[in-house]
Nanobody
Framework: QVQLVESEGGLVQAGGSLKLSCAAS????????MGWYRQAPGKQRDLVAT???????NYADSVKGRFTISRDNAKNTVYLQMNSLKPEDTAVYYC???????WGQGTQVTVSS
């Protein structure tokens, strides 16, 4: 069983930066994919970014050039550096891991205009 523990989000002004982290405990070795999704009120949960343990990354078009996903395999931790934040980035951010389809509890990120 894998557990994902996310760092606290926060409130930031537009144009500001915030970094999230997510630590996976109980994870097995081998290929895995970790990522971040977000869900704004009244909307579906959408992909933000993913990264394999080999370092291959994928980003939603809306965050390309502003967000950077990275990971520390030794710590089983994935990070999301968010720069140039916009009010439309406001959402609950969830960490996820595959195989297994594990999800974190979610953390609120609010960007004020």
């Amino acid at each position: 069983q894998v557990q994902l523990v996310e760092s606290e989000g926060g409130l930031v002004q537009a144009g500001g930066s915030l970094k999230l982290s997510c630590a996976a405990s109980g994870s097995a070795s081998g290929f895995n994919l970790m990522g971040w999704y977000r869900q704004a009120p009244g909307k579906q949960r959408d992909l933000v970014a993913t990264i394999t343990n080999g370092g291959f990354t994928n980003y939603a078009d809306s965050v390309k050039g502003r967000f950077t996903i990275s990971r520390d395999n030794a710590k089983n931790t994935v990070y999301l550096q968010m720069n140039s934040l916009k009010p439309e980035d406001t959402a609950v951010y969830y960490c996820a891991r595959w195989p297994g389809g594990y999800w974190g509890q979610g953390t609120q990120v609010t960007v004020s205009s």
